[in-house]
Nanobody
């Protein structure tokens, strides 16, 4: 049984940083994509970034340069480093995993991810 558990969310002032973690268990696929999405109140879920099993990364344009996705295969953990946070980054951040390596066009679509975490809240204040 695959389980994804996020942590690291919290409250931070604008301009600050946070590192989110996603601990994966039972996820034993050799070729995969893992990503981060976020959802603000009243808005649709939004793709943030994806990393593949070979380490290649893809970012939403608005996050590129501020956020960094990475993984530690030895710890079965996915990370999202959030830097230069803005008020509009306030959202619940979700970790997601796909049991296949997704084509570039599929990475931004939540429907292509098989497994999801419960989310971790990030609140940015002025």
């Amino acid at each position: 049984q695959v389980q994804l558990v996020e942590s690291g969310g919290g409250s931070v002032q604008a301009g600050g940083s946070l590192r989110l973690s996603c601990a994966a268990s039972g996820f034993t696929y050799n070729s995969y994509s893992m990503g981060w999405f976020r959802q603000a109140p009243g808005k649709e879920r939004e793709w943030v970034a994806t990393i593949d099993s070979d380490g290649s990364t893809t970012y939403a344009n608005s996050m590129k340069g501020r956020f960094a996705i990475s993984q530690d295969n030895g710890k079965n953990t996915l990370y999202l480093q959030l830097n230069s946070l803005k008020l509009e980054d306030t959202a619940t951040y979700y970790c997601a995993a796909a049991s296949v390596r997704l084509a570039w066009w599929a990475r931004l679509l939540s429907a292509h991810y098989n497994y999801w975490g419960q989310g971790t809240q990030v609140t940015v204040s002025s």
